[in-house]
């Protein structure tokens, strides 16, 4: 049998659906998110849940944690949500503002007054443009060490922060989303409460919401043995293969927490609730209205506009807030709509084209159901989606196949011998990469937490290199003279050192 039929029986047998609402536009949401797992053979695990007023109405469970293990997802499991904390942080900075301990016209100065700032204005950045997306900054060594190489302690981060530098796509107050905001608001929080920001995040937000089983820390999780799950991607081993970049605590750097899909509804209820949950006003309603308030217009369509925390837009012509995240075996979105309060969660341990596309079917008939569509009609509003869905997995599949064959096949375009390139490429900030030959005659590279295979580029002393699985970044190599002398990925040079 093919492997995408095994997997699709995999998925088809072993569903666990969960649901606390019999009504059948629900059971239709249940019908609707198996059968594009099953036809898409996607295994790996996907948490539904949709929300009314101050309730969860309906939760559905597919999929596994672990497929190898054949372990199921279910309401105890643990997802990293992603960039989907924003929305958290955003209402953590605004609860700071509340009891006056920052402001949103605090300059990025004056949030580290001892630091000098040789490459941008720091007396112009606001928090609000941090929050907003509008700091015209950019520091990509601080994007790469908090999120993905884990190479940064105390003193490199505030390093890194003062060498900052102007982005070359956007000026002060124009939108261009990044982490790098949300990064140096997390590093203040070190700084002003003299802990971790995530222990800052948990006393003000998680623990007065309830979130019980949620945190920024990944040795928590494992601690107190929360159900987590492996991280898988379409792109690799058509979504069966556990992808071996994990999240540490070190990687987990002010967008990141993990959080069951429960404890996740309980953030979005007390968000559209204004910070009422279980009947008790446990955060100041103020806060929750200034947070959704659209600070910044983008270029329109579904998502037309971003706040603090939560991007804009509209969905079967109702106001909504939504946010989604991703990173290697992990998608996240989560959304409500303020006027009507119904929100939705949708959580996966895999990232990448299946796992979006399945974000928007899954709010489509959730929100329809929600909206008082019957089971045909929710069913109407997906089907396209599910039938596009379908034929551009069966093509983004024979497309990888060809590429990595076309991949496997192709020579290097290499100015010097190979020996030439191997060696250690060090950066101030950024850390160091070592660059070995394997038996396959390619390179490897090892940098912080992160490890890849140098496949050939598109140009002489190019490689592309798979540091994110499935996902491909040219690297160059800078050849001076008889030798190689550094290299240059995503735009920051590190220099060769032996």
Do not use: C
């Given at each position: 049998m093919p492997l995408r039929s095994i997997a699709a029986a995999a998925i088809f047998s072993l569903l666990t659906v969960i649901s606390g609402c019999t009504t059948s536009a629900f059971t239709s949401v249940d019908n609707i998110v198996s059968e594009a797992k099953t036809r898409t053979g996607m295994s790996s695990g996907t948490a539904v849940i949709a929300i009314r007023d101050d309730e969860i109405v309906y939760e559905g469970y597919f999929g596994y944690a672990d497929i190898d293990a054949q372990r199921k997802v279910d309401a105890d499991t643990v997802f990293y949500i992603a960039s989907t904390t924003k929305a958290v942080m955003g209402l953590a900075v605004l609860l700071a503002e509340k009891r006056d301990e920052v402001s949103r016209e605090t300059t990025v100065q004056e949030l580290f007054p001892s630091l000098q700032f040789p490459n941008v204005d720091a007396g112009t950045v606001t928090v609000h443009h941090l929050l907003t997306h509008t700091s015209g900054m950019d520091n990509e060594p601080l994007t790469w060490a908090m999120s993905y190489t884990g190479l940064h302690d105390a003193a490199s981060r505030l390093d890194m922060i003062a060498s900052s530098y102007p982005s070359a796509a956007a000026k002060l107050g124009e939108f261009e989303y990044s982490n790098i905001g949300y990064n140096i608001m997390a590093v203040w929080m070190d700084e002003n409460y003299g802990v971790d920001w995530r222990d800052t995040i948990k006393s003000t937000v998680l623990t007065p919401l309830g979130m019980n089983h949620a945190s920024g820390y990944i040795s928590e999780g494992v601690q107190k043995s929360w159900a987590t799950t492996e991280p898988y991607s379409y792109k690799v081993g058509r979504g069966q293969t556990p992808l071996y970049l994990?999240?540490?605590?070190?990687?987990?750097?002010?967008?990141?927490?993990?959080?069951?899909?429960?404890?996740?509804?309980?953030?979005?209820?007390?968000?559209?609730?204004?910070?009422?949950?279980?009947?008790?006003?446990?955060?100041?309603?103020?806060?929750?209205?200034?947070?959704?308030?659209?600070?910044?217009?983008?270029?329109?369509?579904?998502?037309?506009?971003?706040?603090?925390?939560?991007?804009?837009?509209?969905?079967?012509?109702?106001?909504?807030?939504?946010?989604?995240?991703?990173?290697?075996?992990?998608?996240?979105?989560?959304?409500?709509?303020?006027?009507?309060?119904?929100?939705?969660?949708?959580?996966?341990?895999?990232?990448?084209?299946?796992?979006?596309?399945?974000?928007?079917?899954?709010?489509?008939?959730?929100?329809?159901?929600?909206?008082?569509?019957?089971?045909?009609?929710?069913?109407?509003?997906?089907?396209?989606?599910?039938?596009?869905?379908?034929?551009?997995?069966?093509?983004?599949?024979?497309?990888?196949?060809?590429?990595?064959?076309?991949?496997?096949?192709?020579?290097?375009?290499?100015?010097?011998?190979?020996?030439?390139?191997?060696?250690?490429?060090?950066?101030?900030?950024?850390?160091?990469?070592?660059?070995?030959?394997?038996?396959?005659?390619?390179?490897?590279?090892?940098?912080?937490?992160?490890?890849?295979?140098?496949?050939?580029?598109?140009?002489?002393?190019?490689?592309?290199?798979?540091?994110?699985?499935?996902?491909?970044?040219?690297?160059?190599?800078?050849?001076?003279?008889?030798?190689?002398?550094?290299?240059?990925?995503?735009?920051?040079?590190?220099?060769?050192?032996?």
């Open positions: 994990r999240k540490s605590d070190l990687t987990m750097y002010s967008v990141g927490l993990i959080a069951t899909a429960r404890d996740t509804a309980r953030f979005v209820m007390a968000t559209m609730n204004d910070g009422l949950i279980d009947g008790e006003q446990v955060l100041p309603a103020e806060v929750f209205q200034t947070q959704r308030a659209t600070q910044i217009e983008t270029d329109g369509g579904y998502f037309d506009g971003y706040a603090y925390g939560w991007m804009t837009g509209e969905k079967f012509d109702r106001r909504l807030r939504l946010h989604t995240g991703g990173f290697s075996g992990a998608t996240a979105s989560i959304s409500y709509m303020p006027d009507e309060k119904l929100g939705v969660i949708v959580l996966h341990n895999e990232n990448g084209l299946k796992a979006n596309w399945l974000n928007g079917i899954a709010e489509d008939a959730v929100y329809s159901a929600l909206l008082g569509e019957t089971d045909e009609e929710v069913d109407a509003v997906v089907r396209g989606d599910i039938e596009k869905l379908v034929a551009s997995a069966a093509k983004a599949h024979d497309r990888l196949e060809r590429e990595a064959e076309q991949r496997l096949a192709a020579d290097f375009s290499l100015t010097l011998d190979r020996t030439e390139y191997l060696g250690a490429y060090t950066h101030q900030y950024a850390g160091l990469i070592e660059v070995s030959v394997g038996d396959s005659g390619r390179f490897n590279l090892n940098w912080g937490a992160l490890r890849a295979t140098g496949y050939p580029g598109d140009a002489t002393d190019h490689i592309d290199v798979n540091f994110r699985p499935g996902s491909y970044d040219a690297l160059e190599f800078v050849v001076d003279g008889e030798g190689v002398t550094g290299l240059v990925f995503n735009g920051v040079e590190f220099t060769k050192t032996r």
